[in-house]
């Protein structure tokens, strides 16, 4: 699903023009990225968890150069479920 198909669903199912809804949905994901920058998880209950994982370091292939790279320590950002999510999917 896409953002454009989550922005139609929303207005269609609560009637809010489409626009306002585009305006929200953006808003949320501008706030959780602004958020997972500045080092603050996101707890949304009943839905999931915005985090970030710290990758260690680690040595990895090139196999074009045949050469080992060290690729630094790195934080990612993660998608954690709730449990009621998590049981609604099986």
Do not use: C, Q, W
Not at 67 to 87: C, G, L, M, T, Y
């Amino acid at each position: 699903m896409t953002k454009a198909e989550i922005v139609n669903e929303i207005s269609r199912s609560t009637g809010v023009d489409r626009a306002s809804v585009l305006t929200v949905v953006e808003s949320f994901m501008e706030i959780v990225k602004d958020s997972l920058a500045n080092g603050d998880n996101v707890y949304l209950r009943g839905f999931g968890s915005f985090i970030i994982k710290t990758r260690a370091e680690k040595i990895a292939r090139n196999i074009t150069k045949n050469e080992s790279v060290v690729v630094p320590e790195h934080k990612i950002p993660a998608f954690k479920p709730s449990n009621a999510f998590r049981d609604m999917l099986g």
